[in-house]
């Protein structure tokens, strides 16, 4: 099932990924929202033209055909949190780095807490792939998707890349 509801500004399109459904949002032709769980509005079955392309997108992500996201997306949040998620971006398909990491690419070495809290309120999950943020002891570590999708997604990736073993968790 999937539906759509056209506002003045944003459009939302609930689509059944291989990992339950995900909602993708859309205003001014930029994605800004891509999260996990369906919406309930009352809508219809037509994506516009961008949500189609991001769903085609993601479609071919969890076939493995695609390592990078080619869509015009707005992230909205405060400063600090634009600096992390544009950090997330640098991250290789198939990599991971730790909260700390991450904090030292931004100029806060001492900031993985902070980190983590801004992974959380990522509005674009995949695409910004936060979920490419672990503990630095390997664990996973908090996904507002979940553990059990966080885990799904890395051994995606890890699947299509050669010589890389899947996460045993």
């Known amino acids: 099932m999937s539906n759509i509801k056209l506002t003045d500004k944003v459009k939302v399109y ?26 309930n509005y009352d809508c219809n ?44 971006l640098t991250i290789p398909y198939g990599e991971t780095r730790y909260y700390g990491e991450i904090a030292k690419q931004i100029g806060n070495p001492k900031g993985q807490r902070a980190i983590g809290m801004a992974n959380n309120k990522n509005p674009i999950s995949i695409v910004v792939p936060c979920h490419r943020v672990i503990g630095k002891n390997g664990n996973l570590t908090g996904y507002a998707g979940g553990l059990n999708i966080k885990e799904k997604l890395l051994n995606l990736e890890y699947t299509f890349l050669e010589n890389i073993k899947p996460l045993d968790i």
């Open 14 to 39: 609930n689509w059944l990924s291989p990992v339950g459904y995900i909602h993708i949002k859309e205003e001014n032709n930029f994605i800004i929202g891509i999260g996990f769980g369906e919406h």
């Open 45 to 88: 079955d037509t994506p516009s033209p961008l949500i189609n392309t991001a769903v085609n997108q993601l479609s071919q992500y969890f076939k493995g055909e695609r390592k990078n996201f080619q869509l015009p997306i707005k992230l909205n949040g405060t400063d600090f949190q634009k600096r992390v998620w544009q950090a997330l």
